[in-house]
Nanobody, 127 residues
Framework: QVLLVESGGGLVQAGGSLRLSCAAS????????MGWFRQAPGKERDFVAA????????YYADSAKGRFTISRDNAKNTVYLQMDSLKPEDTAVYYC????????????????????WGQGTQVTVSS
C-alpha cells in the first residue's frame, strides 16, 4: 500500500506561480515513474507531466510545456510540480500518481498506467 499526499494548491492570479508537492510513503519510491494529472469540473482527468524513475527524464502535456516543471527528490520521497505563468484554464484539482510498474515509463500519459493516486489539491487561477 502506498499513500500519496499532495499539497501546495491554492488561489493565484493569472501569471502567477505555484509549487505542488506530493509526498509518498514506502521505501521503493525511487523505482517508480511518478505523474501529475488534473481534473477540471465536468471534465476528464488529464495528464500534465511525469518524471521517470530514471531521474532527469521528464514528459509533459502540450498544455504544460514551457510553463510547468516536474522534479523529484528521492531522498524525501517527494515529487514536485512547479507551475509558472498560470492561466485560468489551469484551474483544476491536481493529482499525483504512482506508476504501476517499477523501472518503467512507457505510456506514462495514460491514467491506466498508474495504480495509486493522491487525494488531490485544488488549484484556482483567477483572471
Amino acid at each position: 500500500q502506498v499513500l500519496l499526499v499532495e499539497s501546495g494548491g491554492g488561489l493565484v492570479q493569472a501569471g502567477g506561480s505555484l509549487r505542488l508537492s506530493c509526498a509518498a510513503s514506502g521505501r521503493t519510491f525511487s523505482r517508480y515513474t511518478m505523474g501529475w494529472f488534473r481534473q477540471a469540473p465536468g471534465k476528464e482527468r488529464d495528464f500534465v507531466a511525469a518524471i521517470s524513475w530514471r531521474e532527469g527524464i521528464t514528459y509533459y502535456a502540450d498544455s504544460a510545456k514551457g510553463r510547468f516543471t516536474i522534479s523529484r527528490d528521492n531522498a524525501k520521497n517527494t515529487v514536485y510540480l512547479q507551475m509558472d505563468s498560470l492561466k485560468p484554464e489551469d484551474t483544476a484539482v491536481y493529482y499525483c500518481a504512482k506508476f504501476q510498474r517499477e523501472y518503467y515509463s512507457m505510456n506514462c500519459s495514460e491514467r491506466s498506467s498508474y495504480d495509486y493516486w493522491g487525494q488531490g489539491t485544488q488549484v484556482t487561477v483567477s483572471s
